[in-house]
């Protein structure tokens, strides 16, 4: 459960703040991901890093940064944010991102509130 | 288009009783198959992970099952809980890009004493 960590686990803000939320695994994994799960539907993957290298951009509007400065700390980075932006922001990792039956663990996520 | 759907979307069943959740996937070149489990305000927790040989799994109470063929998994909880109340997200994976999950909506299910 503490393999994975996020910070703040809630966050109020305007549309035209700036916020940054903070991912850290403790579990010595080369991928990290970044999850958006909406009220009552799938989780969305949004990025996605192996070694501190971008794999993965799914389609993600430029309104979310993402930044990974080593393998075990990933942060997303928000600025002038929407209201349906409003959800839960999930991280995980992985040993890799080879797949396989290779398992990824997330973080309890941070509840965003755009107003 | 690679899907995942599962029913019931809401279950409510008394402490002590079993249930049976559903997952039909239309995910080619299938990988694995995944149940996670996620209570309220957490993140997912692996439960069970099948690959195309295997056609049930257990973890403690929960017996999760798979029919590649009819592509079709179910999850099983016996003798439940209160603290199984939770949401039982299916999680499958394809052959060509398996660290992109595709994920289903989840069942939420309620155990009441």
Redesign the interface.
Known sequence: ETGVTQTPRHLVMGMTNKKSLKCEQHLGHNAMYWYKQSAKKPLELMFVYSLEERVENNSVPSRFSPECPNSSHLFLHLHTLQPEDSALYLCASSQDVGGGTDTQYFGPGTRLTVL | KNQ?EQSP?SLIILEGKNCTLQCNYTVSPF??L?WYKQDT??????LT?M?FSENTKSNGRYTATLDADTKQSSLHITASQLSDSASY?CVV?AMD??????????TRLLVRP
């Open positions: 995942v979307q990988s694995n995944r305000g957490r993140g997912p927790v692996s992970i690959t997200i994976s890009s398996s660290y992109k999950l595709i994920f289903g909506s989840g």
